[in-house]
């Protein structure tokens, strides 16, 4: 072969195998945004991973995974969304409270969001409907309508509880959806015979402040709001830690609380209602559109119950709740 040939010849076999990874088809990113942080809802990254692999797609081989975490300072949520954005991501998954979906939606009309939160999208404006509800959002929903089996779970603890704490956010971080949350909990409280005692948290001073009036009015249990702000890895196992030290029977609805050494949790699995919306990112990668899929509603609701705790606590747990227990930590 003469050498100009041969030269040719290799020049076109080594630009080849280029040719061929440039037609290759660019893996999709889902952008996943959420108010806290890794620590405090790792249940939700692990629930879209599963959701993701049962509809073929894993992270690192055949899909991207974009994280913004707000860490608790929700004002930062319009700006980790536009950074998503600027990614051209395929989908967006939103958790973490409404601040996130509210901020997301805002900025895009044409990327699929897929939410996974506790609040009601229509009331919020993010969607038309919950079902065949056109535009560019969907998701899985918290129901949360547990409020009255949680202080249900509590005087069952403390029967002696004249007062029942409540434990939610202040103005900083409250919405309209905080409001309801507590006039849910009120009523339950009433219809258990107890009197209610809100307490107001922003920061962990707050949170201190306000175990303090807990004990000035000598109220008997405590159940703690569902809130991106009380969900972070430091707070829940500070909350742990001065319901422990006051010997206050405390009711969570993330697992995590039980767990850093609170007495129970009973709410939503975060794991299985992200592992449905991941399912829902899955079904867009394949084509399907946001707006032709009705919002799902997360069904699996777990109690857990530190079994520890409430030896330490000096409490017996009664065999009926035992038996309904998802999990009993030792």
Do not use: C
């Not at 998954?93 to 009309?109: M, N, R, Y």
């Not at 946001?290 to 065999?319: C, H, M, R, Y």
């Amino acid at each position: 072969m003469k050498r100009r040939n041969f030269i040719v010849h290799l020049g076109g076999t080594a630009a080849w195998p280029l040719a061929v990874r440039a037609q290759q088809p660019a893996v999709p990113v889902v952008g996943f945004l959420h108010g806290s942080n890794a620590q405090g809802d790792a249940g939700a990254v692990a629930g879209i991973k599963e959701g993701l692999k049962e509809a073929g797609f894993i992270e690192g081989k055949n899909v991207a995974l974009e994280y913004r975490w707000a860490e608790k300072h929700f004002d930062r949520l319009p700006a980790l969304a536009a950074e998503l954005i600027s990614r051209k991501p395929a989908v967006i998954i939103v958790g973490g409270g409404s601040a996130s979906a509210v901020a997301t939606k805002a900025l895009t009309s044409t990327i699929p969001i897929v939410l996974a939160f506790g609040s009601d999208p229509v009331e919020l404006g993010l969607a038309p409907r919950l079902d065949h509800l056109g535009g560019n959002v969907t998701g899985v929903i918290f129901p949360g309508q547990h409020a009255a089996e949680r202080v249900k779970l509590l005087s069952q603890f403390a029967p002696q509880a004249i007062t029942i704490a409540y434990l939610r956010t202040g103005p900083q971080f409250s919405n309209a959806v905080t409001e309801e949350q507590t006039a849910a909990v009120a009523a339950a409280a009433k219809a258990q015979g107890r009197q209610l005692l809100v307490l107001k948290a922003d920061s962990r001073s707050d949170i201190d402040a306000g175990f303090a009036t807990l004990l000035a009015q000598k109220a008997g249990a405590l159940d703690i709001a569902a809130h991106p702000f009380f969900d972070e890895y430091e707070t829940i196992g500070h909350l742990a830690k001065l319901t422990l030290q006051h010997k206050i029977p405390s009711i969570f609805i993330q697992r995590a609380f039980p767990a850093a050494g609170g007495l129970m949790s009973f709410g939503e699995s975060y794991a299985e209602g992200f592992r449905h919306a991941g399912g829902l990112v899955g079904k867009i990668l394949k084509g399907e559109k946001a707006g032709n899929l009705s919002f799902d509603q997360s069904t699996k609701v777990e109690l857990i119950i530190n079994d520890k705790t409430a030896k330490t606590l000096g409490l017996t747990i009664p065999q009926s709740l035992l038996s309904r227990a998802s999990e009993v930590i030792e």
